[in-house]
């Protein structure tokens, strides 16, 4: 089983898949857990790009979608290989991350991205952690703001397209949860939808 969580910077992603994967272990499931972008040198240059203030243009819009498509593409060896072992795969995001923040850059379309990131597995369940801006830069204070991608008004943008994203992945099981809460109350939404107990 693939499940993919996702959302805005702050939502509390890393906090909730981590705990799902204990929940899940200790109910006797074997779980890896795992994030997208994954190899550090193909992150150290999308963070090259990203940590600077740059236009929001196609070429670094189709530069960035590249970097991460290619960083996926490596990290589905390993994804597979898990599947197979009968692994329940938690990723800490994936191609959604591309259909809401690089699909902001003008010139980067839904058709483009389709293209570069077709070939790959596609989740069994898709979670959208979903938490108002304010609550999400509150959280991103806290740690420290990085790069270009943690400002209020991207991440508004951001927050739009993931809030649209079951609109135009019609044939994925995606699933928008309130994670303005307790973290157990996400987890038990999410343990309900994919039928474990
Ligand atoms: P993180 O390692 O701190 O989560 O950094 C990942 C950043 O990269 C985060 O701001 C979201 C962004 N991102 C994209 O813009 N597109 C993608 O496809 C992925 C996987 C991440």
Redesign the pocket.
């Given at each position: 089983m693939l499940i993919v969580i996702e959302g805005i910077?702050g939502c509390g992603k890393t906090t909730i898949a981590e705990l799902l994967k204990n929940i899940l272990e200790n109910k006797g499931y074997k779980v890896y857990l795992t994030k997208?972008?994954f190899r550090s040198d193909i992150k150290a240059i999308?963070k090259s790009i990203i940590e600077k203030k740059h236009d929001l243009n196609e070429n670094f819009g189709k530069a960035l979608s590249l970097l991460?498509a290619a960083d996926r593409q490596i990290h589905q060896l390993e994804i597979k290989d898990k599947i197979s072992k009968g692994f329940i795969v938690i990723l800490d995001?994936y191609?959604h991350?591309?259909y809401t923040?690089?699909l902001l850059y003008k010139g980067v379309t839904l058709d483009f991205l389709e293209k570069i990131n077709s070939s790959l597995l596609k989740p069994d369940y898709v979670f959208i952690l979903d938490v108002p801006v304010d609550v999400a830069i509150e959280r991103l204070m806290k740690r420290g703001i990085t790069?270009e991608?943690e400002r209020k008004d991207f991440l508004e943008k951001v927050r739009e397209n993931y809030l649209k994203l079951k609109e135009i992945l019609k044939e994925e099981k995606i699933f928008i949860i309130n994670n303005n809460r307790n973290p157990e109350e996400t987890i038990r939404d999410i343990l309900s939808i994919i039928g474990i107990k």
């Open positions: 910077d997208e972008p999308i991460f995001r191609y991350s591309s923040y690089q790069t991608y």
